[in-house]
């Protein structure tokens, strides 16, 4: 901690985290510039399939997770893509990733991911209140969607991860569902339905550039550039290099998503983190409506009733953070939609492919880095990053300040990898 009040503050990510971090700070009476080299609404957080989940805390490195991966690589219709020549690229990562798929660690992950999550839908209002973002906030109820009871039963580990956390659920099944979901193929017969604290941003673009106009109206700076490089002196005081200048600050803020790895190993900080490529397609002009927000368990996709459109979003891909979309997982997305709603029809189809920030530990990285004078991190939440993100930047913010933290950041510190190096 190093700032207070008239402090200045520089925050590098104008997604979710990156913004509601600098809304905060500047709430807490700092002067705060928020920089990325895109326009604000381009990322991942505007991407996202939108939903905001508190019961999103599963990891994915469930035991036995090397042989469905395998599965489902061979599989046409997804949900898992690799491109191939990029796996020797990866491979380092993928190793250390792998090792955490033990019960004992899904344990640990699901704990430590439940505070994180917890009270979204709350902490998005609290953010957002008083902006034009608050509007685009939708509460709703959040259904995994399955086949029948003996699919549900197929997935009683994470289930019971769910219920040890204190988050439950109800039960839809056979003709109920139908009551519940007009629109959804009647194959399917069994939901898993969440109601409380879950919702989505109804249009995720513009919900970001609400919050980031809001900032500069309450008196924030936003800054359209790339960010290069830290350094660091002999004392430990970081800087920001982008074209032709050094950025200095009291406090520094990396919230750069996918691309916070590359950053911080200019200055020697070590974040083992893969982009996990994210895909979703827009149907728009649908002839159907959802009444909820719904997560198809066989696909893992979630389906979202935006307005004017449906959004499918998911699938993971892994092929680094350079090349461009692939068709397949474009093509397995449109396909999904057309299985799922029957009676579906739409006038036009778009297409988007985006980098979700993956650690090796499924945990996000918030904290100070050791050794670095003023730099706080705030990247890897993977798939949770728009749940999460008001609270993270809340966390963030009460660290920088010298404000008692809402919960402990233990979990999440920059130091664990290097510590499990040296274990």
């Given at each position: 901690?190093?700032?207070?009040a008239?402090a200045?503050s520089v925050?590098?990510?104008?997604g979710?985290?990156g913004?509601?971090a600098?809304i905060?700070?500047?709430?807490a009476?700092?002067?705060?510039?928020?920089?990325?080299r895109?326009?604000?609404?381009e990322?991942c957080?505007?991407g996202s399939?939108?939903i905001?989940?508190?019961s999103?805390i599963v990891?994915?490195?469930?035991p036995?997770?090397?042989w469905?991966?395998v599965r489902?690589l061979?599989?046409?219709?997804?949900?898992?893509?690799?491109?191939?020549?990029?796996l020797p690229?990866?491979?380092?990562?993928?190793?250390r990733?792998l090792s955490?798929?033990r019960?004992?660690?899904a344990?640990?992950?699901?704990a430590?991911?439940?505070?994180l999550?917890a009270d979204?839908?709350?902490e998005h209002?609290h953010l957002a209140?008083?902006?034009?973002?608050?509007?685009?906030?939708?509460?709703?109820?959040y259904a995994?969607v399955?086949r029948?009871?003996?699919?549900f039963?197929?997935?009683t580990?994470a289930w019971?991860?769910?219920e040890?956390?204190?988050i439950?659920?109800?039960?839809?099944e056979?003709?109920a569902?139908?009551?519940f979901?007009?629109?959804?193929?009647?194959a399917y017969?069994y939901?898993a339905v969440?109601?409380g604290?879950h919702g989505?941003?109804?249009?995720?673009a513009?919900?970001?550039r609400g919050?980031?106009n809001?900032f500069?109206a309450?008196?924030g700076?936003f800054?359209?550039l790339?960010?290069k490089?830290?350094?660091?002196d002999?004392s430990?005081?970081?800087?920001?290099?982008?074209?032709?200048?050094?950025?200095h600050?009291?406090?520094i803020?990396?919230?750069?998503g996918?691309w916070?790895?590359?950053?911080l190993?200019t200055?020697?900080?070590?974040?083992p983190m893969?982009?996990?490529?994210g895909?979703?397609v827009e149907?728009?002009?649908?002839?159907?409506k959802?009444?909820n927000?719904?997560?198809?368990a066989?696909?893992k996709?979630?389906?979202?009733?935006?307005?004017?459109?449906?959004r499918l979003?998911g699938l993971?891909e892994?092929?680094?953070?350079e090349?461009?979309?692939?068709?397949?997982?474009i093509?397995?997305?449109?396909?999904?939609?057309?299985r799922?709603?029957p009676?579906l029809?739409?006038e036009r189809q778009t297409?988007?492919?985006?980098h979700?920030?993956?650690?090796?530990?499924?945990?996000p990285?918030?904290?100070?880095v050791p050794g670095?004078?003023?730099?706080?991190?705030?990247?890897?939440?993977?798939?949770?990053g728009?749940?999460?993100?008001?609270?993270?930047?809340?966390?963030?913010a009460?660290?920088?300040?010298?404000?008692?933290?809402?919960?402990p950041l233990?979990?999440?510190?920059?130091?664990?990898?290097a510590d499990a190096?040296?274990?």
């Amino acid at each position: 901690m190093t700032g207070g009040a008239g402090a200045t503050s520089v925050v590098v990510g104008a997604g979710i985290v990156g913004v509601a971090a600098a809304i905060n700070l500047l709430r807490a009476g700092q002067s705060v510039t928020l920089i990325d080299r895109q326009v604000p609404g381009e990322g991942c957080s505007a991407g996202s399939g939108g939903i905001l989940v508190s019961s999103s805390i599963v990891p994915v490195t469930l035991p036995g997770l090397v042989w469905k991966a395998v599965r489902m690589l061979v599989r046409p219709d997804g949900p898992l893509y690799l491109r191939w020549r990029y796996l020797p690229s990866m491979a380092p990562w993928l190793v250390r990733y792998l090792s955490h798929c033990r019960t004992s660690e899904a344990h640990r992950i699901a704990a430590a991911l439940t505070p994180l999550v917890a009270d979204s839908l709350d902490e998005h209002r609290h953010l957002a209140k008083g902006t034009a973002a608050e509007r685009l906030i939708r509460e709703t109820a959040y259904a995994f969607v399955y086949r029948n009871r003996e699919a549900f039963a197929a997935d009683t580990f994470a289930w019971r991860l769910r219920e040890e956390n204190g988050i439950n659920w109800r039960v839809v099944e056979g003709g109920a569902v139908a009551e519940f979901e007009p629109a959804l193929n009647a194959a399917y017969r069994y939901l898993a339905v969440f109601d409380g604290q879950h919702g989505f941003i109804d249009d995720p673009a513009s919900y970001i550039r609400g919050l980031v106009n809001a900032f500069v109206a309450e008196g924030g700076c936003f800054r359209q550039l790339e960010i290069k490089a830290l350094t660091r002196d002999a004392s430990g005081r970081v800087a920001l290099c982008a074209e032709g200048q050094n950025i200095h600050a009291d406090d520094i803020v990396i919230a750069a998503g996918a691309w916070s790895g590359r950053l911080l190993a200019t200055i020697g900080v070590g974040i083992p983190m893969e982009s996990e490529r994210g895909y979703h397609v827009e149907l728009l002009g649908p002839s159907v409506k959802l009444n909820n927000a719904l997560m198809i368990a066989d696909a893992k996709c979630v389906v979202t009733p935006m307005s004017g459109r449906l959004r499918l979003a998911g699938l993971v891909e892994f092929g680094g953070l350079e090349a461009g979309p692939s068709e397949a997982p474009i093509r397995t997305l449109a396909a999904l939609a057309g299985r799922m709603f029957p009676r579906l029809t739409f006038e036009r189809q778009t297409a988007w492919m985006g980098h979700r920030p993956a650690t090796v530990d499924s945990l996000p990285v918030i904290g100070a880095v050791p050794g670095c004078v003023g730099l706080t991190v705030a990247t890897g939440h993977h798939h949770i990053g728009l749940t999460s993100g008001p609270r993270t930047g809340r966390l963030v913010a009460d660290l920088i300040i010298g404000r008692q933290s809402q919960l402990p950041l233990l979990p999440y510190r920059v130091s664990r990898f290097a510590d499990a190096r040296a274990s």
